[in-house]
């Protein structure tokens, strides 16, 4: 312990500082940047002698100004002005957040001056649930994604969160009571015939490709009935609610005795996807054991199948259906 003593006493003789660095402390806590409803990027400086080149450096942050239940963001290095960057993730929307800069070496701890921040506040849709999903688009940047409370129906969402809702055909904007190639909208009669959404041409009509992969909000049965940010969620939005939520099946859903699965998410948010079965032809399969909810992706291979999620009480599944089938609908909204 007394190396360690004095080793934060040698602070005099430290280097490398800028305008918001002071030489005269071994950390320094920086400013909050960046921040959003969700996250932010904190920053830092650690004015490290050569003795301590393995010290752990990064920010404490907690709602309460105590830091008794504090979680810590660790930094992965330092740039040419010793200065730290790590990003926090999972805040709570319209909330204060305290932090500061600590170091650390073995048992000893310095910390800098506590510094707060706020998150925004979100403006969530009538109708959502935030459920803590945080998407990364291709070009790196992040959204936060908000599901539907409950399924689709013709004139909006469902009143309640277990109605079956309509089911719609891939590429569909309105329900209909036969569900097959000879009255799906974007064929001539057959899965070879594709009229949109077709990137073979074996599959297309006397040859056509358009290379078009993901629906276009007027093809979007959620963005057509419900307007403003909503659609039907991308198989990779699908993918990462499968994977970041626990799916529970329930056979009773709110003392209604309808099955299917509770979600709940990261941050402990749940929306319930009753298992409304699907539609093919004039009939309605599954009702009641399976749950069927299309995306909005085309098949890479062969452009008469589509993406969706399904479920039943083992398991949870992505596959691809025949884009004529009626599925169910969960929008998205961001």
């Known amino acids: 312990m007394k190396r360690f003593v004095l080793m934060f006493a040698a602070l005099g003789l430290l280097f490398s500082c800028t305008p918001e660095n002071n030489p005269g402390e ?18 830092g400086y650690a004015n490290l002698p050569l003795e301590m080149g393995g010290a752990e450096v990064g920010v404490m942050y907690d709602k ?3 830091f008794e239940s504090a979680k810590k963001a660790v930094a992965t ?15 709570e929307q319209g909330t204060t957040y305290y932090f500061k800069s600590y170091v650390q070496n073995g048992m000893a701890v310095k910390y800098g001056a506590v510094k707060s921040f706020t998150t925004q506040k979100s403006t969530i849709p009538a109708g959502a649930v935030d459920l803590g999903i945080v998407m990364t688009r291709e070009d790196g940047t992040t959204y936060k994604l908000y599901w ?53 041409s074996n599959y297309g009509y006397n040859g056509f490709t358009d290379n078009k992969t993901v629906l276009a909000p007027e093809d979007d049965a959620a963005a057509v009935a419900l307007g403003g940010s909503w659609r039907m969620p991308t198989k990779a939005e699908q993918d ?95």
Do not use: H
């Open 64 to 66: 309460n100004r105590s």
């Open 26 to 43: 071994l950390t320094t806590t920086g400013e909050a940047l960046e921040v959003t409803d969700y996250s932010a990027i904190l920053t």
């Open 240 to 334: 990462e609610l499968r994977s970041q939520c626990t799916w529970t099946w329930t056979t009773n859903y709110n003392g209604t005795g309808v099955r299917g699965r509770l979600v709940t998410g990261p941050n402990g948010n749940s929306i319930f996807l009753p298992a409304a079965g699907y539609r093919a032809g004039t009939s309605l399969y599954y009702a009641g054991s399976y749950g069927y909810y299309w995306s909005s992706s085309l098949s890479t291979d062969s452009p008469y199948y589509a993406y969706f999620v399904y479920f039943n009480s083992g398991s949870v599944y992505w596959d691809l259906d025949l884009r004529c089938d009626g599925q169910s609908v969960r929008p998205v909204s961001e």
């Open 77 to 91: 290095g330092l740039d040419g002005n010793n200065k730290f960057t790590v990003p926090v993730n999972g805040l």
């Open 148 to 200: 539907a409370t409950s399924n689709l129906c013709k004139d909006g969402l469902c009143s309640n969160p277990e109605d079956y809702g309509d089911y719609y055909a891939w590429g569909e904007t309105e329900p209909k009571l036969n569900y097959s190639w000879s009255t799906y909208k974007w064929c001539k009669g057959n899965s070879s015939t594709m009229t949109k959404y077709c990137n073979e």
